[in-house]
């Protein structure tokens, strides 16, 4: 079975909207996805992207994507940020998602970054198992934090 993997394009923004979706599905979240493929086009592909992805293709078919995008590290210096990476289920165990991982690498490698840096979640052994085999460090002594919208907007009134 033969793919590619190559940069995204904003024409492939409605197939890696299907991925995320997927993903959020996978993840337990299937109705926390707002971002709708206007936003991607706009944020991915606009006068200043926010993100670039990867994409894996098969027979004119996307089949897996990574998302990422850069960030800084008061520490480190210059960072990537692996937001998601997700091979469609039909299409699991056939490395593309290790493909993937690895031109995210090769991308934060040739840009000079410090560190590249992603979340897993801790129920996802087949994940970890694969990320440390790379020589990866899965921190499980951090808590993520996160603040939305609604709870940005109640706070900022207070």
């Given amino acids: 079975m033969?793919?590619?993997i190559r940069e995204g394009e904003k024409s492939d923004m409605p197939s890696v909207l299907k991925l995320i979706k997927e993903l959020a599905h996978f993840e337990k979240?299937?109705?926390a996805v707002i971002v709708t493929v206007s936003d991607l086009e706009n944020d991915g592909f606009g006068e200043s992207p926010l993100f670039k992805t990867f994409v894996a293709e098969q027979d004119d078919e996307i089949i897996?994507?990574?998302l990422f995008y850069p960030r800084y590290s008061t520490w480190k210096g210059p960072t990537v940020h692996l937001e998601d990476l997700?091979?469609?289920k039909s299409k699991r165990g056939l490395s593309?998602?290790?493909a993937l991982?690895?031109?995210v690498i090769e991308y934060g490698y040739n840009k000079g970054v410090k560190r590249i840096e992603w979340n897993v979640l801790d129920w996802n052994e087949p994940a970890i198992i694969f990320y440390e085999s790379t020589g990866a460090s899965v921190l499980r002594d951090w808590?993520?934090?996160q603040i939305h919208w609604d709870e940005m907007k109640k706070y900022l009134k207070k």
């Fill in 64 to 66: 897996g994507m990574a």
């Fill in 2 to 4: 033969s793919f590619k």
């Fill in 29 to 31: 979240e299937p109705d």
């Fill in 96 to 98: 593309i998602g290790s």
């Fill in 101 to 103: 991982y690895k031109k």
């Fill in 143 to 145: 808590d993520n934090a």
């Fill in 86 to 88: 997700i091979v469609t």
